[in-house]
């Protein structure tokens, strides 16, 4: 199957900071990259979708400036959030779909996560 | 916009039952595509099957299948013979295949498995 990387897995940074979270297709391209978030014992939550060469979409309730999302190449998205504060902790995970006319189009494959601690 | 629902928060199996999760989405849309995820304590996402909406047929994959009923709107995971390894989250997915893809998950269904 394919194989997304998600860096780091955990992270833990001061209120205030900002933090980047990188998400990679190893060995497929994708035009769409997806972002979640996902509360303790609770779904995954989508909070935007990352599109190559244009700008991210963003699910109502999620704030633009907050969770800045970069796609700049097919193979590559990433989620930097600004000037986090403790309500942001969480686990964030990356999704990716195969761009169409590549093997397994209709899968997506999903990175490892990352715990995100702000103290 | 689509949604997809779990009405069954916990569910519980004694090992080498059956067991069947619950699921059923809304959407205006033909063609897409559903999905059951398993997320073991790790976290980390592990597809445990996938259904075509254009294929009548039910998906299955070994010890697991599906019960797709398009009109109802319905996609259920039937595990047999439920081993210890199958205690985790599972999350009933959508996905559609239009220009502007999304991925929707169900709110999860926490599964213990019973000596």
């Known amino acids: 199957g394919a194989v997304v990387s998600q860096h780091p897995s955990r992270v833990i940074c001061k209120s205030g900071t900002s933090v980047k979270i990188e998400c990679r297709s190893l060995?497929?391209?994708?035009?769409?990259m997806f972002w979640y978030r996902q509360f303790p014992k609770q779904s995954l939550m989508l909070m935007a979708t990352?599109?190559?060469?244009?700008?991210?979409?963003?699910e109502q309730g999620v704030e633009k400036d907050k969770f800045l999302i970069n796609h700049a190449s097919l193979t590559l998205s990433t989620l930097t959030v600004t000037s986090a504060h403790p309500e942001d902790s969480s686990f964030y995970i990356c999704?990716?779909?195969?761009?169409?006319?590549?093997?397994?189009?209709?899968?997506?494959?999903f990175g490892q996560g990352t715990r995100l601690t702000v103290v | 916009a689509q949604t997809v629902t779990q009405s069954q928060p916990e569910m519980s199996v004694q090992e080498a039952e059956t067991v069947t999760l619950s699921c059923t989405y809304d959407?205006?849309?033909?063609?897409?595509?559903l999905f059951w995820y398993k997320q073991p304590p790790s976290r980390q996402m592990i597809l445990v099957i996938r259904?075509?909406?254009?294929?009548?047929q039910n998906a299955t994959e070994n010890r697991f299948s599906v019960n797709f009923q398009k009109a109802a709107k319905s996609f259920s995971l039937k595990i047999s013979d439920s081993q210890l390894g199958d205690a985790a989250m599972y999350f009933c997915?959508?996905?559609?295949?239009?220009?502007?893809?999304?991925?929707?998950f169900g709110t999860g269904t926490r599964l213990q498995v019973t000596l």
């Open positions: 999704s990716a779909i195969p761009d169409r006319g590549q093997p397994l189009n209709t899968e997506a494959f």
């Open positions: 060995d497929f391209q994708a035009t769409t």
């Open positions: 990352s599109n190559e060469g244009s700008k991210a979409t963003y």
């Open positions: 959407t205006s849309e033909s063609d897409y595509y």
């Open positions: 259904q075509e909406a254009y294929k009548q």
């Open positions: 997915a959508y996905l559609n295949t239009g220009t502007a893809s999304k991925l929707t």
